[in-house]
């Protein structure tokens, strides 16, 4: 009931306060009064759009690039309000992997059990999306992938999602949040750990400045383009001290022998991939030298990028 006072008090915001002691004499004309009428509202409401982002961030289940597990979920409206937070319990947890999560694994045993946020958030999303005529839109950084932790329905949780990395792709270019906030915004992320509900808000900064701007968001991708051509872009690499397999969706960077999802955006697609795999409850041998190999070949190309930047520089300063 809460979510849904948050959500249609400006809906009634125009309405008299005398008018509404008027009608319910009984009532304050508080946040409660506004609360039942919001209630018995039926018919859609005359905003037709309605977006919203969801972050996850995922806990370990195993070494696979797909073993992970929602620890921690967190949901923004347009202009980046909180709408829905909480840190769940991983079923099977073997790392919080910290690194990305800000999160220990007793903190993680401390949240919700998954299925009561779930619920929370199914029906806070099935609520809004029937409110407005055209449902609701997600807005995210591969959105699928959150669709899929979270278990949404389309056509009752929402209706479209318009994924950010599609809208800044340039060419077979992909670019992470990070650097899109880094070169389109000009803002450096938190860079202590991945922060769902920054990751929301800068989601939301990023369709709100670029979505409906054609001209702004041509200069935004060729400021991408250029910085990432210059090599110029801060290092956002996470590394993790549990083993995880980071070829989801590059079979080259894959050890875990998990299919991938290399050009894969369809959601259903997505989830059959995700539940054919097992989970890598232990590093084999194979795996190990497939790992070994990796990390050889990541370092030599690091080299090169190494030296590539320092001749960069020396140019740059006339040296």
Known sequence: ?????????????????????????????SGDCVLIMAEEKKEPSNDDDCYVCIDVECA????????????????????????????TQVRGIKDSLVEYTGLTIQETNKGVPLKNALA???????????????????IGQSPQNDIIWVELIRHKHYTQIIDLVEMFRTGRHLYSLRKEAYAALGKTMNTSYHDPFEDAQISMELFRTFSNNGAKLRSAKEKLM?????????????????????GKYNPDRCFCLQKTARDVSDVDVL????????????MTSEMMDRQLSIQLRELRINSKKYQHKQRQNAYDHGI
């Open 1 to 29: 009931s809460v979510h849904i006072l948050d959500l249609d008090r400006k809906n009634f915001s125009t309405v008299p306060h005398q008018l509404i002691i008027f009608l319910f004499p009984n009532l304050s004309a």
């Open 60 to 87: 370990a289940i195993g070494h696979g690039h797909f073993d992970i597990a929602p620890c921690r979920i967190a949901m923004c409206d347009r202009d980046g309000k909180k709408l829905f937070h909480a840190v």
């Open 120 to 138: 929370k958030l199914h029906a806070l999303l099935s609520c809004m999306h029937s409110k407005h005529k055209n449902g609701v839109t997600l």
């Open 271 to 282: 989830k059959k991939l995700i539940v054919q795999s097992k989970p890598i409850l232990q």
């Open 226 to 246: 250029s910085i990432g051509k210059k090599r110029r872009f801060p290092d956002f690499r996470v590394k993790t001290k549990f083993t995880m397999c980071q």
